[in-house]
């Protein structure tokens, strides 16, 4: 079985339960379909209320308040669980920048780490609880 290189950097694993928001009909296909591979299971939606292992956000500049749907986001997540923003890359339509996703982020209680080109028109950050005591 192949799979995909990038999907594979989000660190997924076989049984868990990642939950999706932000999806639109812009979003990459093929990289929802390989997580779902990597995983065995179908992303759950934005209604979904049991705790899941991960999170990915589909985020566009005019999609409302970053912090408020970070917030939103981390709700049923799982202590330790992965949280991946998807963002337009760069020139790109509805593109955001790192600024504001770092804002986003702090206001969240998070803080992002790697970023990374995750598809052919998206940027993958991934986010981490900040900690205490810093």
Not at 2 to 7: G, I, V, Y
Not at 43 to 57: A, F, K, N, S
Not at 63 to 89: C, E, N, P, Q, S
Request: no cysteine; glycine share 12%.
């Amino acid at each position: 079985m192949q799979t995909d290189p990038q999907a594979d950097r989000l660190g997924f694993t076989p049984g868990q339960v990642v939950q999706e928001f932000g999806w639109d009909d812009d979003v990459d296909d093929e990289l929802r379909e390989a997580i779902e591979e990597i995983t065995g299971g179908e992303l759950v939606d934005e209604d979904y209320d049991d705790v899941t292992d991960g999170v990915i956000v589909w985020w566009r500049s005019d999609d409302g308040d970053l912090a408020d749907m970070l917030v939103d986001a981390l709700t049923v997540l799982d202590d330790g669980g992965a949280v991946w923003l998807f963002t337009r890359k760069p020139g790109r339509s509805g593109h955001v920048g790192h600024d504001e996703i770092q804002e986003a982020a702090t206001t969240a209680g998070l803080h992002a780490m790697t970023t990374f080109a995750v598809a052919s028109d998206w940027s993958a950050t991934q986010l981490a609880n900040r900690g205490r005591g810093r």
